[in-house]
């Protein structure tokens, strides 16, 4: 398993993935007909953007020249974030390809990136339904912030995220 920067080739995959992994993961979250629009060239499009502009951060797995996994990161976007700490902004993997180790090695590349650009704390936002992610980020050292679950609506549907943290750095 190789895991690189992403590449202006990778973004259609990438794309794919990000729209393959919402609809199998969140198939019990969000509404049926919202997944069913989701665009891979909507989605395309803004990770080119992401690549071009290098944020945020984003690395991809590859095992023999294909991409089955990706995770994008940079500082945290939270309000009340010190500057030491960074986000993982989103991680997928290709539904095939769950249970394979691959998240957690994107995790731990991402990890190591972000210890040498100084960051300390990581934090995430995730469903509080979405179980398997919650599993695999308590595996990985997250736990559950005291902050109030965020809110909002997406696809017709309220919706809130919690967050996670994990210290990197100790």
Known sequence: MNIDRATLDDVRVVAQIHVDAWRAAYANILPADYLASLSVEQREEMWKKTVESGRPELLVAKESGTVLGWVS???????DAPASQAEIWAIYVAPSSWSRGIGRQLWQR????????GY???????FPE???????????GFVADDL?????KLGGRQ????????????
């Open 73 to 79: 990161f940079s500082a945290c976007r939270d309000k």
């Open 110 to 117: 991402a990890r190591d990136l972000m210890l040498l650009q």
């Open 120 to 126: 300390g704390i990581c934090s995430l936002w995730v």
């Open 130 to 140: 979405n179980e398997q992610a919650i599993r695999f980020y308590r595996s990985v």
């Open 148 to 152: 109030p679950q965020q809110q909002f």
């Open 159 to 170: 919706l809130q995220e919690v967050r996670y943290v994990c210290r990197i750095d100790g």
